[in-house]
């Protein structure tokens, strides 16, 4: 069973998220959209959706540092692990409560508003369950589990930091999860069904970046306006260019 939760599992939603955003991109690039509704209604939106993403950015950033970051390195620049834990759990509070606080504002607004919830689908409620349950499990274990676990201190950067370092290295070691408290692993669990899901939600636009405004052309715009074009009369016909 450890096998398969710890090392299968996560191979099957990996696989299904790489090839799940590659179907997605060549067979339905009309849907690959936020499928934005700021048109319905935009007051709840400007408060909800800052709060989100930018909560979400931090709390990934979090990740980014608590899983890819050696034990070894912070210990080597002089972080101490107290030191490194106060920060680890300020942050990831500040950061949680951030994209909590939005994600209601934002289902709240769903929920509510007419012309929104109607263009609803049942993807977007599955998404928006497996991303509450990640959070709040998140949560929980940055403010629990991370102190003290049935009477004795958890340190995950020596138990699933060095887990998911070797899933990603195809050296899964499925004991370190099998020893991690139950809400490390069940946090883990529905993050992965989270990945699984990502290429068929509208999760996709995060790999979406406006760059190709970088370089494109400026838009000339024209007055019709007689008034704008001072002393010079206009003349029927084209205009000369250049």
């Known amino acids: 069973m450890d096998a398969f939760l710890w090392v299968i599992v996560p191979y099957l939603c990996l696989a299904t998220f790489v090839v799940g955003h590659f179907w997605r991109y060549r067979y339905d690039k009309f849907g690959w959209t936020t499928r934005s509704s700021q048109l319905y209604e935009d007051r709840l939106l400007r408060l909800g959706s800052p709060l989100f993403h930018f909560g979400m950015l931090g709390v990934v950033g979090g990740h980014v540092v608590g899983l890819l970051v050696p034990q070894s390195w912070t210990d ?13 759990v300020a942050g990831g509070l500040v950061a949680g409560l951030m994209a909590v606080v939005g994600m209601a504002i934002l289902v709240y607004r769903r929920r509510t508003v007419g012309p929104v919830f109607s263009a609803t689908t049942r993807m977007d409620k599955v998404m928006y369950a497996f991303l509450a349950a990640v959070i709040v499990l998140g949560m929980w274990n940055t403010v629990a589990g991370s102190i003290m676990t049935f009477g004795r201190e958890y340190n995950y950067r020596e138990g699933v930091s060095v887990w998911y370092r070797s899933f990603l290295a195809f050296r899964p070691d499925a004991s370190l999860m099998a020893d991690a408290p139950l809400g490390f692993r069940l946090h883990a669990l529905v993050a992965f069904g989270l990945f699984a899901l990502w290429p068929f939600t509208r999760l996709v636009h995060v790999f979406s970046a406006p760059v190709g405004y970088l370089t494109r052309p400026y838009i000339v715009y024209r007055s019709r306006d007689d008034r704008q074009l001072g002393s010079h009369r206009p003349r029927r016909g084209w205009d000369r260019v250049g």
């Open 76 to 88: 080597a620049l002089g972080i101490s692990h107290e030191t490194y834990h106060v920060a680890a």
